[in-house]
């Protein structure tokens, strides 16, 4: 159950983020293997507790209930079904948050202040994707930001080099691509 609350199969899309990155960051003659896999780690565990906070979010507002699932929204209906708590999926999201902070924090200290931007965004689109941005109608901009052009700028700037003019379209096209998966899917 606690795969199908971090729904596993579309964590396929912080491998291919951070590949993007890494590849950019490769272009400029900067690639550091520790810190891709580091990156990666962080970034999966970010997706995971985004994944997680929203199944349980939705099950306690009753949306879950309320929906048919597509592949892509409706939840996983794990918690309808009673194979996990809604409790359970919020451990699990903020076991996420944890480790993504702790690399977060690592990288906010061997890379420098240059990362507190992504940081910070990137946490608050963690945090508020489910009960704000989404609420308020901003939640494709939410995750095209967290998870599609942050994650290709923050992966760069980790492999300690410059960043390329590169940068800039891959994220662009990662933003895109995770903005309209959301959009089209609605």
Known sequence: PYAAVARAPFLLLPVALV??????????GAF?????????????????????????SDFETGIDLATEP???S??????????????????LGYAGVAVG????????????????????VGAVTVLAYTTVLTRYGVGE????????ALPVVGTVLVQGGP??????????AAFAATFNLLLLNE
């Open 163 to 172: 960043v390329p003019p590169a940068t800039w379209p891959v994220a662009v």
């Open 141 to 148: 901009l939410g995750a095209g930001l967290g998870l599609g």
């Open 19 to 28: 590949a993007a990155g890494a590849a950019v960051g490769l272009t400029a």
């Open 101 to 120: 902070a702790v690399v977060g924090a690592y990288f906010l200290v061997t890379v420098g202040w240059v990362l507190v931007p992504v940081y910070l």
């Open 70 to 72: 597509t592949p892509f």
């Open 74 to 91: 409706g939840g996983s209906k794990t918690l309808p079904a009673d194979e996990l708590t809604p409790t359970a999926a919020r451990r």
């Open 32 to 56: 550091d293997p520790v810190a891709t896999l580091l990156a990666l780690v962080g970034l999966v565990a970010l997706h995971v507790a985004v994944n997680a906070l929203n199944e349980a």
